[in-house]
């Protein structure tokens, strides 16, 4: 997964912040409990989001504990009492962080991939026997993604299609009972999907451009091989427009959901982290190797 | 058992009138129905449209302030006070209009095209698109509508941008872009992240704000700051 979700941090309390930490360790914790501890190393931000996110259409107030945790092992820390939506929240990231490896060895022969495949192999199996019908929609929309970037679409909407799709998919959580709240969440999850491949896809150029894959970006707006700056700043605004209504989509939606609780952190996330995350990608202040868990 | 009104608009029981109706107003924004015009959710939103000024109209009614809230509300108060907004269902029953009777002058395809659209039918509503030889500016701008629904806002912008250009008087057309233009402007100012740490002033800025100030007094012959 790719950690773009993340909250605007110093506007945050430093209690959301806790509580929002709470649900990430609680997320990992859950992945080490019924999927063995390697597995645990695949966690990223936008799966502690997902459980933050989900939580909150449940009355039940939140619960959690003080305990210690050996990747953490200085200070006690709070952890979010599992429910059905956080080992929801694990499931789903057993299940893409599993095909984006399988994705990683098959496409560039990474052997960091192909390990983390073959570690994540039981743990898959596991997951995918719990949440069959989700699974085989992921992987049929994967296959479309693969279709199209051997294709080498040049569409930025059309080839962020398949993606959004997977987490509309992965945002409709079936423990989620009122059918009406289902919808709203695809619909949020389609449009983070798509705000996170077409900003993967900008964050991406520079390495794209020097091996020569496939990115839409390049192929939408036919870069010649010019100068990347120039072309960058010549889209930019075209991509902030795709980007930012992207996100006020995601907005609408979560204004319709009605979030019970935890309203601090994802207001946070949602009205501004998200714009801050976008900002510093597009100002290429955001490299790759800046995705950081917490 | 209808929601308790007070708990729908986000007021305490016994909030002031004031207080409702500006509780009320920030909700009406939110959930503007112009701001989900072409949603998938928009049907959503018109519900909870309806459920806040039902809330709104019963508060106003029944004196705001001190008055107990009982859950079994006599619901014929929705008939009353025309002071809440009531354009919500003016509007999107307009909308409707406007697709089904169709433009004198649209073809038949058109018309069907606007259908499907209407009734979520994207798919039927391309397909539709698809089959239609002449690519007028009505046609960029049916095509723009059905990606913005599917949720391909580039090429949607694209498409009602030369809708517009090839038809720069028609309204309907320049209302759609002006929306595109202000959901994303919109969203980027938004309260949360427009009043936070960022848009506060700097030093720097303080620093250059006074010795303008100072500059500028010095001019007409006065002093801000006297030791420069």
Redesign the interface.
Known sequence: MFGYVEPDKPELKIREFEVFRGYYCSVCRSIGRRYGQVPRLSLSYDLAFLAVLLDATSHEAIQGDIVRCFAHPIRKRLLIRPNRFIEYASDMNIILAYYNLKDKWSDEKNLLGGCGCLALQSAFKKAEKRYQEKTRRIEELLGELNRLEKARCASVDEAAEPFASIMREVFECPHVEDERRRKVLGWLGYNIGRWIYILDAWDDLADDVKSGSYNPILEQYRYDGGDLDAFKASIKDKLDFSLTYSLSECEKAYALLGAEKNTGILDNIIYSGLIVKTDKVLQGRCGNNEKKSI | MKKNPYKVLGVKEGASYDEIKKAYRELVK??HPD??RG???AD??DE?MREINEAYEFLMKNAGGAYQYQYDYDDSSTSSQGSSYQYQSQQSSQYQQNAQQGYADESELERQARACLNRGDLNGAQRILDRMRNRNANWYYLQGLV?LRR?????A?SNIQRAVNMDPSNFEYRNALNN?NN??Y???H?P??YN??RSSPDMCQICGTLWCADSCCECMGGDLISCC
């Open positions: 939110k959930y701001r989900y949603n998938p959710l959503l939103a909870k990606f949720g391909w806002y580039d090429r912008y595109l959901q994303s919109g969203y980027r938004n949360y992240y936070n740490y």
